[in-house]
């Protein structure tokens, strides 16, 4: 969770009278306007951008669908289960369930709202495994080449090109068949250049998706392992990331044997700014440093700016890869978020000593990796087999 801000949730609009009243019918289960009114709010706790209730119904929409699949697969979480995802999403802001739950209470959000928000994400989890599990075979081979990656010094630099494939809503199935194909069809550097200059959504694609060297602490733990999976000139399995899938080429390593194994937290601002040339140039003159970025958001929402403090293995991927090349005091304008260009600058980055992990702890994250790649389409299925009518 990116910062927790609890205070005066305001109304939100738009949401008629009668908040117990159904507001859309998903196959045989309902949708009332007071579960969008609190999911609305419980976005904007949690700082969402964008159109709070059409955000909120589009979340409860896909809740459903989950549920329902769940049901269908014979699945159900033990009380145990919950209180525990609870506790772990709640860790995320530094409290625990019931701290959480009695700050959402002071802005009128019920603990189902809290309770039913992380128990649909677990169902899911459990629905995704059910399915899928048995066409993701991890090998003991897969789990040696992850577990070198995870223990071989992580102050390694990596040269690795990347393509991002965009995942447009209601058409996921498409981008992940063309990742996959392309992971499949690219034997060299020049071919991956090429198909980087052709497909790729990122800054990159005008040099064939080439990156400069990065620290592979700096990059997402499961980004990392893909990465330093390979050797060179090959390519990654894809690695899905917010709305995009993303193939890395590793080009070459530049290795420091004495080094410890070492995790990252970052901390920084994502200013959320009006998609225009001259905006950006005045933007990235004016500010050098995070503190300048509260001058510029003074007087607009709130969440228009969000300064965040997270292990590396809990940024977001498409944030991960941004702060992944930048110092502190750095800026990219390459990503946006609904209608706006995202400002990411660079805080700080910690490095700390970290802990090795266990045999099966790896073969779990690969197993969860291959997973996270299956999942968009599954739910993009459902999606499309579903009646959505209102009352």
């Avoid at 577990?147 to 010094?153: G, I, T």
């Avoid at 958001?297 to 293995?313: F, I, N, Q």
């Avoid at 805080?347 to 968009?376: F, H, S, Y």
């Amino acid at each position: 969770m990116t910062g927790v801000v609890l205070g005066a949730v305001l109304a939100v609009p738009g949401l008629a009278q009668d908040l117990f009243a159904p507001r859309l019918y998903v196959n045989d289960r309902v949708i009332t306007e007071y579960e969008v009114a609190q999911r609305a709010m419980f976005l904007q706790v949690l700082r969402a951008p964008g159109n709070l209730e059409e955000e909120a119904l589009k979340a409860l929409i896909e809740d459903r669908l989950r549920q329902t699949e769940s049901e269908r697969l014979g699945l159900k979480l033990t009380d145990e289960q919950v209180k525990a995802g609870m506790e772990e999403f709640a860790s995320r802001a530094n409290l625990t369930a019931e701290g959480l739950i009695a700050e959402l209470d002071k802005v009128g959000i019920s603990a189902e709202t809290y309770r039913d928000f992380v128990a649909a994400g677990l169902l899911w989890r459990e629905a995704v495994r059910a399915r899928f599990l048995g066409q993701v075979p991890v090998s003991d081979a897969d789990v040696d080449r992850a577990l070198e990656a995870s223990a071989r010094p992580r102050a390694l630099r990596v040269l690795a090109s990347e393509l991002v494939i965009p995942l447009e809503p209601g058409n996921e199935p498409a981008g992940l068949d063309l990742a996959n194909r392309l992971a499949q069809e690219i034997t060299s550097e020049g071919a991956f250049a090429a198909a980087a200059s052709q497909y790729s959504a990122a800054p990159t694609a005008a040099r064939g998706g080439r990156l400069d060297w990065v620290p592979l602490a700096n990059l997402p733990p499961a980004i990392g392992q893909a990465i330093l999976a390979l050797g060179p000139g090959e390519v990654s399995d894809p690695v899905q990331v917010p709305g995009a899938v993303v193939l890395f080429q590793l080009r070459d390593v530049a290795r420091d044997t004495a080094a410890e194994p070492i995790a990252v937290t970052v901390e920084y601002a994502d200013f959320l700014i009006p998609d225009d040339a001259a905006e950006i140039a005045r933007l990235r003159a004016e500010v050098d440093v995070c503190k300048d970025i509260y001058g510029q958001a003074t007087g607009l929402p709130e969440d228009r700016l969000t300064v965040s403090k997270l292990p590396m293995s809990e940024v977001p991927g498409d944030v991960a890869l941004e702060l992944a090349r930048l110092d502190p005091g750095e800026a990219s304008v390459a990503l946006t978020r609904s209608g706006f260009r995202r400002f990411l600058m660079l805080c700080g980055r910690e490095a700390t000593l970290e802990t090795p992990l266990t045999r099966d702890q790896v073969r779990e994250r690969v197993i969860n990796q291959k997973l996270e790649g299956l999942a968009a389409g599954y739910l993009q299925e459902l999606r499309s087999a579903a009646i959505l009518r209102e009352p």
